[in-house]
């Protein structure tokens, strides 16, 4: 589809403070609003956010357009929040962007920044101002929602299906997961290792969210299935035994498993009619020691002691590969129509290793060859080199197809190519 032409009807130029800042006609918010509205979870969602579900699709597209192709740089105009704006003003360290600004205000408000200007920001953190002072690239998000909608959300069409009947895998749990996208990711790592059921303690973006869906790339049925609940007594009702993940040593009596023990009692549980359950904590901070409490033992992951920090999805991840390599059922990559499983070990694909008369016949021709060269010189090293050779290109175990190419390399090496193989008449 070709780009849209944003005509002036769909973007207002407005002063905010002596910046200048395109403005979605019709909305009356800055198209970064915009922008993030219909990022942060659906298009519809966002309109809906926004007070305007009924807001003219082409309108849309034309306004993200605006964003995706920068034309706001045409206008000397952006966005608060936006990362061209602190380019603008020339802010390139943390510490001019809180220079700028009166005070900003951290998490409750127990901790405050000082600076020389005049305005009042918040931040939940510390860590999130660190990562967030410069800006988001809303041209980039405008991208992304340009293609949902025009083509459609990505894989939107693929259902799939659980692994195994309900009950019969492990559920994970997530306490209070804080981005969608990590959500997304550890449904992608469920579905690679047979995990289905999925369920979210008080996640902070709400649920259901799109921005989990595209993050799954096609691991939709477990995005579809997942849960979400107040929280985490309520997460755990129905299970019988549960264990919980954690990087660090806590004083708590109970016991510590690696994974692989871990998942060894859970086939135990599971195969006596119990279900059974993994917890996975914050992506910030894990789990609280109160919230291991819960848990009828500890898995602890074999890492670099120095460096035991693992993302959500890791951790989910190498969870379920210990559960699907005891399953019998995992495959050594993808299985399709057209596609038998691969087992470890050469695979010939088809072909036969030679037998001994056509490997004993290459021999012959390459030592041929080099006798009429000359190569073996001096003679009486002939013995040894032969044998050298022969034992090179035993430990090959070269196949069929193989000896005929080598033995096409020697012919062509000793004669040429083609006619001039054949000697001058």
């Not at 605006?66 to 380019?87: F, H, I, V």
């Not at 259902?159 to 804080?178: D, H, K, N, R, Y």
Request: aromatic residues 6%.
């Amino acid at each position: 589809m070709a780009h849209a032409t944003t005509s002036a009807r769909d973007i207002e130029i407005a002063d905010d403070a002596g910046m200048r800042v395109p403005m979605a006609a019709g909305l009356g918010v800055p198209v970064a609003r915009l922008v993030h509205a219909c990022h942060e979870k659906t298009i519809a969602t966002g309109l809906e956010a926004l007070g305007a579900s009924d807001f003219d699709r082409g309108a849309l597209d034309r306004i993200l357009t605006y964003c995706a192709e920068l034309s706001c740089e045409g206008d000397a105009a952006t966005c608060p929040g936006c990362k061209r704006r602190t380019e603008a003003q020339g802010i390139a360290s943390l510490d001019e962007f809180i220079a700028r600004h009166r005070e900003i205000v951290v998490g409750e408000g127990g901790v405050r920044l000082l600076g020389q200007g005049t305005e009042t920001a918040r931040t939940p953190s510390l860590a999130v101002l660190e990562k967030t002072w410069s800006g988001e690239n809303y041209w980039f998000w405008a991208r992304r929602v340009l293609r949902k909608l025009r083509h459609g959300i990505r894989r939107a069409h693929i259902a799939g299906e659980a692994a195994a009947p309900s009950g019969e895998t492990p559920s994970v749990i997530l306490v209070e997961p804080q981005l969608a996208d990590n959500i997304g990711m550890v449904a992608r790592a469920m579905a690679n290792f047979g995990l289905d059921d999925l369920r979210l303690v008080a996640p902070r973006d709400g649920w259901p969210n799109e921005k989990a869906r595209i993050a799954a790339s096609g691991a939709n049925y477990v995005i579809d299935d997942a849960a979400a609940y107040p929280s985490l007594a309520a997460s755990l009702g129905d299970l019988t035994y549960v264990v919980a993940t954690t990087a660090r040593q806590r004083p708590l009596r109970k016991p510590v498993l690696t994974p692989e023990e871990a998942i060894a009692a859970m086939r135990e549980r599971i195969a006596r009619g119990e279900r059974c359950g993994i917890l996975f904590g914050r992506e910030r901070n894990g789990l609280e020691s109160s919230e291991l409490a819960n848990a009828d033992a500890l898995v602890m992951i074999p890492v670099n002691s120095r460096f035991a920090s693992l993302n959500l999805a890791q951790a989910v991840l190498l969870l379920g590969y210990a559960w699907m390599r005891e399953s019998g059922r995992a495959t050594l990559g993808r299985v399709t129509t057209y596609e038998k499983p691969v087992a470890s070990g050469l695979n010939l694909v088809g072909d036969q290793p030679a037998d001994k008369t056509e490997l004993l016949g290459f021999f012959d021709h390459l030592e041929s060859e080099l006798d009429r060269l000359g190569f073996f010189i001096p003679a009486e090293k002939r013995p040894s080199t032969v044998q050298n050779l022969r034992t090179m290109f035993t430990r090959m175990v070269p196949t069929r197809k193989e000896v005929r190419t080598l033995r096409g390399i020697v012919a062509t090496l000793a004669r040429g190519k083609g006619a001039g193989r054949k000697p001058p008449t």
